[in-house]
Nanobody, 123 residues
Framework: VQLQASGGGLVQPGDSLRLSCRIS????????MHWFRQAPGKEREFVAAIRWGAGTTIYADTVKGRFTISREKSNEMAYLQMNSLKPEDSAVYYCAADFGGVSTSRDSRSRYWGRGTQVTVSS
């Protein structure tokens, strides 16, 4: 499976952005799509995940209520709608497909990563 994230950019605090993840390859109902992010000098951290089949979601506490993860099975796309952005949301955002299901861990042997997209929130 190959993944390509897009949609990042430079925005002001309080603005919104929608990231997209184009998926090439077969996913299973048990697969979970994830978004992680990594800021300079920090470790990669979990942001959100969605189960490909059921559509159930899970979020990091830092983004809960502001970010929404979704997927379009027919178009093989995953999205991350980010509202009320804060400077601390600035990072490179990565989408990932984990065939082992949802995992908030940075490391997973069953996970495939895409290239990241830069999000910068600054006034």
């Amino acid at each position: 499976v190959q993944l390509q994230a897009s949609g990042g950019g430079l925005v002001q605090p309080g603005d919104s952005l929608r990231l997209s993840c184009r998926i090439s390859g077969r996913l299973f109902s048990s697969t979970a799509m994830h978004w992680f992010r990594q800021a300079p000098g920090k470790e990669r951290e979990f942001v959100a995940a969605i189960r490909w089949g059921a559509g159930t979601t899970i979020y990091a506490d830092t983004v809960k209520g502001r970010f929404t993860i979704s997927r379009e099975k027919s178009n093989e796309m995953a999205y991350l709608q980010m509202n009320s952005l804060k400077p601390e949301d600035s990072a490179v955002y990565y989408c990932a497909a984990d065939f082992g299901g949802v995992s908030t861990s940075r490391d997973s042997r069953s996970r495939y990563w895409g290239r990241g997209t830069q999000v910068t929130v600054s006034s």
